[in-house]
């Protein structure tokens, strides 16, 4: 066992898994599977249950492509962000408006991020859960609008990524930087060392 795959296709989580050495290779949705509707919401659903289901359902959704693939047995990685307001989740926006009334609503305000991790490998499988806060200076509607312009807000939980010029506006981090990222790197060794890695 000397690399994992990684259900997913941010090349954020490629990142962060090389920054801690862990060799891997993409396993991403063949073109028949609707990978976006396994993110849909469900009403009255909290953000904590919403995040722990989809990367449950995306961890499946990954057994069964490597199943179907005939490609060689390794431990499976995948992980689902969200950004929440309260009970609100703000997921990814459809467009530049809701990506604006999203930024909109962080302005000045303090919100959670959670990322949940997910590891399967030998018929078993487990799940870790990071959450973090994150408080955003007012923001004006001219750097709203820049924000929006740059494209960056697209695919993004939440409309921003830490990572990015959305940066200048964070006032204060309380928990997990790599999970704000979208792959939370302490739960990810922890999961890795139940399987026997060494890191």
């Known amino acids: 066992m000397d690399f994992v795959y990684l259900a997913s296709q941010s090349p954020r989580r490629r990142q962060l898994l090389d920054q801690i050495g862990v060799r ?18 469900r009403r009255g659903e909290s953000p904590r249950a919403y995040v722990l289901r989809v990367t449950a359902a995306k961890l499946q959704a990954a057994c069964a492509r490597l199943a179907r693939s005939g490609r060689p047995a390794a431990p499976i990685l995948c992980a689902d962000t969200t ?14 408006a809701q990506a604006a009334r999203m930024l909109a609503q962080l302005s000045g305000r303090e919100h959670r991020v959670l990322t949940a991790v ?16 994150v408080r955003f200076a007012e923001l004006s509607a001219a ?27 964070v006032q204060r981090i309380q928990g997990s930087y790599s999970g704000i990222m979208g792959l939370p790197l302490y739960e990810t060794a922890q999961l890795l060392r139940g399987i026997g890695w060494a890191l």
């Open 24 to 41: 891997h290779a993409l396993l991403l949705p063949e073109p028949h599977e609707d990978a976006e509707a396994l993110e849909a919401t």
């Open 83 to 96: 950004v929440a307001l309260g009970r609100e989740i703000l997921g990814k926006p459809a467009d530049a």
């Open 118 to 133: 997910a590891l399967a490998w030998g018929g078993h499988s487990a799940l870790l859960l990071s959450q973090s806060r």
């Open 143 to 169: 750097q709203i609008d820049a924000y929006v312009a740059s494209g960056e807000p697209m695919g993004k939980a939440g409309a921003y990524a830490i990572q990015s010029q959305a940066a200048a506006w």
